[in-house]
């Protein structure tokens, strides 16, 4: 960690996942020269961008370096089962949707046919009632149309975005914890903060919007063709003119706006690490690095967004022109076809109508795609977190026993990097063993390797026969549990977050598990005792009562094997003492695997492993230890001097 922050920002940067982010002069805005110059310059910063967004995309996609990001093929999967599993509603909002627009299109023709009477009938036209009420009838009729249609496609809209996150909320919290804890935070954290937002924003109006656009766009193609071909042609043809344009935008906008997500998890995990480090960082003097860091992964962000905003800039302002241009073509063919008798006027009023009324649902069939695009490069950033391969696959053999066995245990954080080197062990049922050895030589991991947190590289680790790892979790955590000194008080009660381990559990349950932790008294005196509201923002706990709290929770579990991990080492000696004192009360009969920091934790346990560079020592009790000399007997006597 230090020496990540004592990094330049170009040495911290090349570990990252996205590009470096010194800003080439190249990137820059360019200066004065001829209209030439400057124009090809432009270019090639686009260019560069556009690469420069490459090599960010395809870094994004690594999933070594950081969550994975699925490709296009899940993300149509994905809301194509959304999709169907809402089949009738999403019928129901298609046919209303369809009558509206279909409804829209009745106008051009009965105005249409009213030039025609007009000009047969000159100014006695006859039935100009019957079709100015038909008119009225239709436009109020469409009207109501309307209003079923986007009512259901706003339901429809609301619906999918439920289930999306609850797709997103139930994939997160399935994530293996080995793998929460090695990856980016920033990134988790921005996509379940941005990308679901992103994510939702397209789900609730993008979807229903581009289906209704899509449909008034087909519906008015096939009005205009059943009013005349001759004059329906300009416009398709200029239309079709736009699909080069619309293809490069769609070829490069996911990327980019994969990239533009990538960036602000770079952001994020900067900020998060400065705030995780705000203390080494004020400490070393590094604000100044810090703040440059963060500045670089804001400029490499514009950067992106840059790109992006140029794709749909271009595009806009060529589909812009398109939409303009058939309006003049029809009325200058429609005047050509009128010479020659091929159309009448009422077809032109009718084809002109259709045209202008046109370019409102294409221009919202472009916008809603590009916010899609927007949605889909984040659902593709958020389904990536589904890939993340599970640690385990739960069997469906149960422990037959309560023996904890560990056999061979190897296990590396970094491929080729052992921090365990076969370590064999057999606890007794009702054992207290203590583990002891220096800083690093990896007695935290073998307590997650005991507690079923970890796979084994190779070995097992066993309870009653069948492997920690192979069981449900809710299994595992009624059979050994891993307390750790990080304790995290959720908001809520301070019942809640006892009963939070076991809902069934009574008052008098959790009472009894604050007694036997020594807690009772301090808790009864709290503002509205058992009811207080603790976690952040509310009545703060000091971290040796959130500790007693998590260890009542624990209580309240009830496991027959507890691995302890330093879970005292924040209470003060004399409290530590009282509350492992009153543990070991409660805890007759349970197998206990302590991590000992403090030595007389190991002094009171049956047994005390001495591990050293990831390998058992010496194993046996205290006075078999001390009679032994040889590494224990060291510490013991360097703590006891
Ligand atoms: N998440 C991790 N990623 C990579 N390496 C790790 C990780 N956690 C621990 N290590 C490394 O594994 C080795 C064993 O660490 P471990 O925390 O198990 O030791 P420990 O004996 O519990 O140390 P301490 O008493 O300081 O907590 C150390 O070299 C440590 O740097």
Same mark, same amino acid.
């Given at each position: 960690m230090t020496t990540d922050l004592l990094a330049t920002s170009a040495d911290t940067w090349r570990d990252r996942s996205v590009d470096p982010p010194v800003v080439p002069d190249e990137l820059r805005p360019p200066g004065h020269g001829s209209p030439r110059e400057r124009n090809r310059a432009l270019w090639q910063r686009h260019e560069l961008r556009r690469q420069r967004a490459e090599d960010v995309y395809?870094?994004?996609?690594? !999933?070594?370096? @950081?969550?994975?990001?699925?490709?296009? %093929?899940?993300?149509?999967?994905?809301?194509?089962?959304? #999709?169907?599993s809402r089949r009738g509603s999403f019928a129901l909002m298609v046919a209303l949707n369809a009558l509206a627009a279909g409804a829209a299109l009745v106008v051009p023709r009965l105005l249409g046919s009213l030039v025609n009477r007009v000009q047969a009938q000159g100014a006695a036209v006859e039935g100009l009632d019957a079709i100015a009420l038909a008119v009225v009838g239709v436009v109020v009729l469409q009207s109501l149309l309307t209003f079923g249609a986007r009512r259901t496609s706003t339901h429809f809209g609301q619906d999918l975005l439920a289930s999306a996150r609850e797709?997103?909320?139930? *994939?997160?919290?399935?994530?293996?914890?080995?793998?929460?804890?090695?990856?980016?935070?920033?990134?988790?954290? /921005?996509?379940? *903060?941005?990308?679901?937002? *992103?994510?939702? %924003?397209?789900?609730?109006?993008?979807? !229903? %919007?581009?289906?209704?656009?899509? &449909? /008034?766009?087909?519906?008015?193609?096939?009005? &205009? &063709? $059943?009013?005349?071909?001759?004059?329906?042609?300009?416009a398709l043809l200029v239309f079709a003119l736009c699909t080069p344009a619309v293809r490069t935008y769609l070829r490069r906008a996911p990327k980019?706006? #994969? /990239?533009? @997500?990538?960036?602000?998890? %770079? #952001?994020?995990?900067?900020?998060?690490?400065?705030v995780e480090g705000a203390r080494t960082v004020e400490a070393l003097h590094l604000s100044g690095a810090r703040v440059r860091a963060g500045s670089d992964d804001i400029e490499v962000s514009a950067q992106a967004e840059r790109y992006g905003t140029t794709l749909r800039n271009v595009l806009f302002a060529a589909l812009n022109a398109a939409f303009q241009l058939p309006q003049v073509v029809t009325l200058v063919v429609g005047a050509y076809g009128y010479s020659r008798g091929w159309v009448d006027l009422g077809q032109i009023t009718a084809a002109m109508l259709y045209v202008v009324a046109l370019s409102e649902p294409l221009d919202a069939v472009i916008g809603e795609v590009d916010r899609l695009q927007v949605g889909a490069a984040s659902t593709s950033r958020l389904l990536g977190i589904a890939e993340v391969p599970p640690d385990r696959e739960p069997g469906d053999r149960l422990p037959d026993g309560v023996e904890l066995t560990a056999t061979d245990l190897r296990f590396a954080y970094r491929e080729g990097h052992d921090v365990l080197h076969g370590v064999d062990l057999h606890l007794a049922v009702g054992e207290r063993l203590a583990v002891v050895g220096p800083s690093g030589s990896g007695k935290s991991t073998l307590g997650r390797l005991l507690a079923g947190i970890n796979r084994p590289r190779t070995g097992t680790a066993r309870v009653g026969g069948v492997d920690l790892?192979?069981?449900p979790l809710e299994v595992l955590r009624v059979e050994v549990a891993l307390v750790t000194q990080e304790h995290h008080v959720f908001i809520g009660s301070v019942r809640d977050n006892i009963v939070l381990a076991r809902e069934d559990s009574t008052?008098?349950?959790? =009472?009894?598990?604050?007694?036997?932790?020594?807690?009772?008294a301090w808790v009864e005196r709290l503002p509205d005792g058992l009811d207080t509201l603790i976690g952040? @923002?509310?009545?703060?706990?000091t971290p040796a009562q959130a500790q007693q709290v998590a260890l009542a929770r624990l #209580?309240?579990?009830?496991?027959?094997? $507890?691995?302890?991990?330093?879970? *005292?080492?924040?209470?003060?000696?004399?409290?530590? =003492?009282?509350?492992?004192?009153? &543990?070991?009360n409660l805890l007759e009969g349970r197998t206990v695997v302590a991590i000992a920091h403090r030595l007389h934790t190991a002094h009171d346990a049956d047994r005390i492993a001495v591990v050293i560079d990831g390998r058992i020592v010496e194993l046996g009790s205290h006075d078999e230890l001390l009679a032994l000399d040889g590494e224990y007997a060291d510490l013991w006597h360097a703590w006891t001097s």
């Open positions: 395809a870094a994004s996609r690594n !999933p070594v370096r @950081g969550w994975p990001v699925s490709g296009n %093929r899940a993300v149509l999967a994905f809301f194509g089962d959304l #999709i169907r797709y997103v909320v139930d *994939t997160i919290l399935r994530l293996p914890v080995g793998r929460v804890e090695g990856a980016s935070t920033g990134d988790l954290v /921005t996509r379940v *903060t941005r990308d679901v937002g *992103t994510m939702a %924003r397209s789900v609730q109006w993008g979807v !229903p %919007r581009l289906l209704i656009s899509l &449909m /008034t766009v087909l519906l008015s193609v096939v009005a &205009m &063709m $059943l009013n005349s071909v001759v004059l329906a042609l300009p980019a706006y #994969i /990239t533009e @997500g990538a960036t602000y998890s %770079r #952001i994020n995990t900067t900020l998060t690490e400065t790892v192979d069981l008052v008098d349950d959790v =009472r009894e598990a604050l007694r036997a932790v020594g807690s009772l952040s @923002g509310r009545f703060a706990l #209580i309240i579990a009830d496991p027959h094997t $507890l691995v302890l991990d330093e879970a *005292t080492s924040l209470i003060d000696p004399r409290t530590a =003492r009282t509350l492992e004192g009153s &543990m070991n």
